[in-house]
DNA sequence: CGTCAGATTGATATTCATCAAGATCGGTGG
DNA sequence: CCACCGATCTTGATGAATATCAATCTGACG
């Protein structure tokens, strides 16, 4: 699925770096830096947690093949996904700064993930100023989008929310180089899906159902395929700009 | 209103720098650079726009005094808010990565705000590694924040949610110096909160209502008065993890 | 005293949650 | 090959939460 086109090889770096040089320039230097750090890799089952709530990780976590999610858990039970990771997302810089987990880390789909430690990646925090901007701007990307989360959830109704989200993680896995054309896999629940949108898993089915409906992407099973996403985007009203998928010195 | 106990000068950073006091030590000589770092003031009066959204600003802002806000707008004219600020935040440290503004920054009452030039900024950045996980820090935070609303707005009946919100902004006023025993201002209007909330002006306001009935805040114009703030916090299942509020190395 | 923004109230419509029950489908053991 | 099973998806019926529309009330202020 991955386009690797310029036959590099494959390293769990690999879709970080598809990632971050759609944003920005990487340099010799800074590429070599990354590829050096030593990466740890552990393989997850769907539902699997990859990091736990309250814990004080000593390293961070980044995903290398599947979908992750970062969860917000309440005492009665249920769970809130606050957002949504692929191959080439750092899901976890923010444990270097934060120190204690105010979330959990969980594999929605069976997952990839590779750890990097903390006394590491500071090293490289302390020595590589430009990559530390690039690490540092993943994270302002990844609340961009949670502040675009926040305005769908409260003003917009459950079809055009899912539009959006339609909308956004195609052209996130596309930066990732995962897409196939027009089409991708989307291989989570509906149940899952319906806690990333905070919809009642009832009302998620209906939801995907009425989107079927407008032609505008057909969905059958996990494979989504976009008819007309100039449409969709219309349809959405989404702007990518929150994705900051343009080229510049960050 | 502000307890500048130790009698230091108050210059734009006294609140920034009592903030980031209370996530970690902050060094003799990150002080200094800080102190020196030059600032250009300017007022605003209510509802006024800071900075605006599609702008690609050569500053980044930093609230002195007064509300402001993230404020995502959609075409049709209705706006969300997506994040709340008070003085000591680092609003908008984000320009200086994303480049282009995916949203505004908008005055909620009158306000003061510091500015400061990206140049410096990034000279700060290349120079000072621990100021810079300092100042990353502050951005995670806020992304901590706003995952916590995503929570709110999907998963809690508004009255939680409200009581939720409370919590948060006095605990956040009270570790930028900003309470006065268990009383602070909330100097916005119930339309402007009903932005914040994601819910209509009407139901704000009856929300607010049912608030006051519970009896555990007293709430008179922008007099907001905690009774008991481990009662309001256990009503509203309020976890203050995500604020980061504790010293240690970042 | 008039005006105006903000707060409040009442009545009604819409969206979404909840509960309960089928339908579908891939896999699995006999 | 077939019967069964569990997970997932789907459907119908009902109720709760919230939006919307349209007034009215209140207090600050010229």
Redesign the interface.
């Known amino acids: 699925m991955s386009d690797n086109s310029k036959n590099e090889p494959v390293t769990p770096i690999s879709p970080l770096l598809h990632t971050l040089a759609r944003r920005d320039r990487i340099s010799a230097k800074d590429r070599t830096i990354l590829e050096e750090l030593p990466f740890g890799i552990r393989t997850y089952r769907r539902e699997e947690e990859i990091i736990t709530a ?1 814990s004080r990780p000593e390293q961070s976590c980044l995903v290398v093949q599947g979908f992750t999610a ?1 969860v ?1 858990s ?2 009665d039970g ?1 769970r ?1 996904v ?2 949504l990771y692929i191959p080439g997302d750092f899901v976890d ?2 444990a270097l ?4 987990m ?2 959990s880390v969980v594999a929605l789909s069976p997952c990839v993930a590779a750890f990097t430690s903390h006394r590491d990646l500071r090293r490289v ?2 020595q590589a ?1 430009h990559l ?2 690039l690490f ?2 993943t ?6 989008i ?6 769908n ?3 917009r109704p459950s079809l055009l929310h899912l539009a959006h989200f339609v909308c956004e993680i195609y052209l996130r896995l596309e930066a990732a180089g995962m897409v196939d054309g027009d089409q991708f896999d989307l291989d989570i629940t509906q149940q899952q899906l319906s806690e990333v ?3 009642s898993p009832v009302h998620m089915n209906r939801t995907v159902q009425k989107l079927r409906q407008t032609q505008l992407v057909s969905w059958t099973g996990s494979r989504v395929h976009i008819a007309d996403f100039r449409a969709l985007a219309r349809f959405a ?1 989404f702007d990518p ?2 994705l ?1 998928l ?1 080229r ?1 010195p ?1």
Not at 97 to 100: D, E
Request: charged share 20%; aromatic share 10%.
């Open positions: 309250g970062r917000n309440f005492e249920t809130q606050t957002g810089l923010h700064l934060l120190r204690t105010d979330h925090v302390d100023p530390t901007r540092w701007l994270t302002v990307i990844d609340a961009a949670q502040r675009t989360w926040i305005a959830y409260s003003r949108m905070g919809l009203s700009l929150y900051s343009s510049e960050r």
